[in-house]
């Protein structure tokens, strides 16, 4: 810097100071301010020049660039599930699928309810259309012998050993007109002459549907049947013996006004006194799902549905209990077509 009173006003040799520092170096540059200053000219001085880094400092003291693969390799390894956290999403996902599943049994089982529901109201609708258009049932002439004065019911199994025994009628039945399947209904229903096995049915040359009218789909054939197992891919529909099944593998079990009763149709299970009477009820001829039995005093078990046609289903269990009500144990999830 300029220094007055070491050199005097008029000196024109004045001292400068360099201040030396680690990494730069910082001029400090004075002006002639002598003749200035008695001239009365003097201006305030420039700042002083800014501190430049050392151009060598700064190159070694520059810190090494890392490699970029070093970098990635530490991003990597940073955001990597360790095993306990891998350990907890599993026992999360473990949860959530317990949770789920049974959800998933409920939706599935209603959807075979709702299925079976939309299947006997079409299997019934099919048996009224034809009784309108013939004046009769679709029934051969050997089951209406079997039926006589009574109401017909197909679809219990009558032998022991056949498939799904669980719907076969106990032994002792007060009737024993009872067919093991609904083939020859279905047959006529559908106007088949032959079964899906090749085997002809009762509707062969179109005897018991002469019109030839498809009173019930035949979307509803189905194949691959194992009567061994009683399953069907998948379970349902008409198999290779024209047997309509309902979505667990169980035949639908029907029940027709053959009498022509007006009270009433009087299925061979539901018009038991055991199944069908409502206990809760004053009146003894009050039956349960809506049946009714005028002739309780002479006939309890005579328990009937006002209608033409019954058509029901053994539901997921596929199981039925004469000697209890049919709202409770075996016979509670089973499907009727009249409620």
């Known amino acids: 810097m300029f220094d007055p009173a070491a050199n005097g006003p008029d000196c024109w040799k004045c001292t400068l100071h360099v201040e030396w520092h680690d990494c730069s170096w910082c001029p400090a540059i ?16 420039l700042p002083g020049a800014a501190i430049m880094p050392h151009p060598v400092r700064r190159i070694n003291l520059a810190k090494p660039m890392k490699k970029i693969g070093n970098r990635k390799s530490e991003i990597g390894n940073s955001s990597a599930f360790t095993l306990v956290e891998l350990l907890v999403v599993i026992a999360i996902i473990g949860i959530l699928a317990a949770m789920l599943l ?68 106990p032994a002792g039945a007060n009737n024993n007109y009872s067919f093991d399947n609904n083939s020859n209904v279905v047959a006529i229903l559908m106007d088949m002459q032959t079964f899906p096995n090749g085997t002809k049915t009762a509707n062969y040359g179109h005897a018991k549907n002469p019109k030839q009218v498809q ?32 979505p667990w593998g169980n035949p639908y079990i029907i029940t027709m006004n053959t009498s022509y009763n007006e009270q009433g149709t009087s299925d061979l299970f539901y018009s038991q006194k055991n199944v069908s009477q409502d206990s809760s009820a004053s009146n003894p001829q009050t039956g349960l799902n809506g049946l009714f039995n005028p ?45």
């Open 102 to 169: 049974p959800v998933l049994s409920v939706v599935k089982t209603k959807a075979k309810v709702m299925k079976a529901r939309t299947e006997m109201a079409d299997i019934a609708n099919a048996i009224q259309a034809y009784d309108q258009d013939y004046s009769r049932f679709p029934l051969t002439s050997d089951e209406q012998a079997a039926a006589g004065t009574n109401d017909f019911t197909c679809g219990l199994l009558a032998n022991p050993q056949a498939p799904n025994n669980t719907l076969t009628w």
């Open 30 to 45: 004075g002006l002639r301010q002598g003749l200035e200053m008695r001239r009365g000219t003097a201006t305030k001085p």
């Open 295 to 339: 002739n309780y005093a002479t006939y309890p078990d005579d328990f009937l549905y006002h209608g033409k046609v019954m058509v029901w289903s053994a539901g997921p269990d596929g199981q039925i209990d004469r000697t209890i009500n049919a709202k409770a144990g075996k016979n509670k999830d089973n499907i009727l077509s009249w409620q």
């Open 215 to 246: 009173y019930l789909a035949s979307g509803k054939l189905l194949s691959g049947y194992d009567p061994n197992t009683a399953q069907l891919n998948p379970p349902g529909g008409v198999d290779n013996n024209g047997i309509y099944r309902d």
